[in-house]
C-alpha cells in the first residue's frame, strides 16, 4: 500500500501489511510517483517469494505540520538523504513525519526501511533517523496575525511578487472550517486594503449565506453581511464575525478547474461564491470547503493572485507548490482557529508518555 506523508503509522501496520511505502513531498506532488514505488515493492516482494525483512525507528517527538515542508529545512535535506540512501544500499526507505493532532497513542514520525536482509534495512533506516531526530531543527517560526499583516505589508512596498502569508491554524485540509476571521480583521485594523487598494485578498473564507446573498444581489452591490464565523479551538473561541457593508465585485458559480502541481487536472464545484470587497481588501467567499492550494481558486471569483500586493491563504503548506514561485516571501500566520500549529497546545489523552509533544 502507498500512504500519505502524514500517516500515523503503527506497529500493526508494518506487522500485517507486506509493505507499506509513502510519499516523499510536503506539498504532495508525488502521488503518482510513490504509486511506482508501491508497485516496485510488489514486484521485490514477488520475486523474493516473501516479504522482505523490514526495521522501523519512531522519532521521540512531534514534528508540527508547518515545519514538515519538503521544500524547506530540514525536511528537504532529510528526503534527498533518503534516496541517496535507497541508491547506496537498495533498500527502500519511507519516512512518515504523521499528523500531528491525533489523539492516538501511536501518533508521531516513523521510519523504516526494507531491505533484502535485515542488515539492509536496519543500516539504511539508522543512518536516516539519525538525521531526522535532531529535534531543535524541527521548531518552527509563527507570527501573530498584527505581525504577520505588518511584516507583509512592509515587505511589499518594496516586492516584485506578491506577499503570501498563510492562515495555517483555519486549514480545511487540516481540521479547519475555513471560515475564521483573525487575519482578515487584522488587514482591516491595520488598513492594509487603504494601502493597496484591491491589491490584498484573502481565500478561500466559507460562508455559505454571506456567498448566497452576495450573489443574489449582483455584482456591483453593496450588502450588509457578518462575514464568517467564531469558532471553538483548542484556546477558547476565534475571533467575532467580520460586520459591515461588502461590496460585490464578482460573482461566480463555484466551478473551477485546477491547474497547478497538486490538483492539476481537476475540477472542483464549490457552489455559489463571490469576491467580496471591505476597505480595499479583496475576500473570496465560497458555499464549499477547499484548501486554498491552487491559485485557480482565487481567478475563479475574478481575482488575480500574481497581481496582488499580499495574499493571505487557508492552508498549511499546500499552498507552496503552487504560490510559491510567485511570490516574494511567505510567512505562516497563528491567527486563532481550530487546527493547532502548535501540537503542544493540544489537551492529549491517549498520546504516548513517551512521545513529547513538541521537538
Same mark, same amino acid.
Given at each position: 500500500a502507498s500512504l500519505d506523508l502524514h500517516a500515523n503509522v503503527t506497529r500493526q501496520m508494518l506487522e500485517q501489511a507486506d509493505a507499506l511505502v509513502s510519499y516523499r513531498t510536503y506539498p504532495h506532488v508525488d502521488m503518482a510517483a510513490t504509486g511506482v514505488l508501491a508497485a516496485q515493492l510488489l514486484q521485490r516482494r514477488w520475486a523474493l517469494g516473501k516479504r522482505e525483512s523490514v526495521h522501523a525507528q519512531r522519532l521521540p517527538f512531534l514534528i508540527p505540520l508547518n515545519a514538515m515542508c519538503t521544500l524547506l529545512e530540514p525536511?528537504? #535535506?532529510?528526503?534527498? #538523504? &533518503? !534516496?541517496? &540512501? @535507497?541508491?547506496?544500499h537498495g533498500s527502500m526507505l519511507s519516512f512518515c513525519m504523521g499528523f500531528p493532532a491525533a489523539d492516538i497513542e501511536e501518533c508521531g514520525p516513523v521510519i523504516w526501511a526494507y531491505g533484502p536482509n535485515e542488515a539492509v534495512a536496519q543500516l539504511a533506516c539508522a543512518a536516516l533517523t539519525q538525521q531526522a531526530s535532531v529535534a531543535a531543527q524541527w521548531r518552527q517560526e509563527l507570527h501573530a496575525p498584527a505581525v504577520a499583516v505588518r511584516r507583509a505589508m512592509d515587505s511589499a512596498e518594496h516586492a516584485a511578487r506578491p506577499v503570501v502569508v498563510a492562515d495555517t491554524q483555519d486549514n480545511p485540509g487540516a481540521g479547519g472550517d475555513s471560515n475564521t476571521t483573525g487575519l482578515l480583521h487584522a488587514l482591516l485594523q491595520q488598513g492594509a486594503g487603504r494601502r493597496f487598494p484591491q491589491q490584498v485578498a484573502l481565500g478561500l473564507l466559507f460562508d455559505p449565506d454571506s456567498a448566497a446573498r452576495a450573489c443574489a444581489a449582483g455584482v456591483g452591490s453593496e450588502v450588509e453581511l457578518a462575514l464568517g464565523r467564531s469558532v471553538p479551538t483548542h484556546t477558547g473561541m476565534s475571533d467575532p464575525p467580520v460586520q459591515g457593508r461588502f461590496k460585490v465585485r464578482a460573482i461566480s @458559480?463555484? !466551478?473551477c478547474l485546477l491547474k497547478g502541481p497538486m490538483m492539476g487536472g481537476l475540477t472542483v464545484q464549490l457552489g455559489p461564491s463571490a469576491c467580496l470587497e471591505m476597505d480595499g481588501v479583496l475576500v473570496a467567499v465560497t458555499s464549499g470547503k477547499k484548501q486554498m492550494l491552487d491559485r485557480e481558486l482565487f481567478r475563479m471569483v475574478g481575482i488575480q493572485p500574481e497581481a496582488m500586493r499580499v495574499v493571505v491563504v487557508k492552508s498549511s503548506v499546500h499552498f507552496r507548490a503552487d504560490f510559491e514561485p510567485h511570490a516574494s516571501h511567505v510567512l505562516v500566520a497563528q491567527a486563532a482557529g481550530p487546527m493547532a500549529a502548535d501540537p503542544g497546545e493540544l489537551h492529549w489523552q491517549r498520546l504516548s508518555?513517551?512521545?513529547r509533544t513538541r521537538p
Open positions: 525536511a528537504r #535535506s532529510i528526503y534527498e #538523504s &533518503l !534516496r541517496e &540512501l @535507497d541508491r547506496e @458559480d463555484g !466551478r508518555p513517551h512521545t
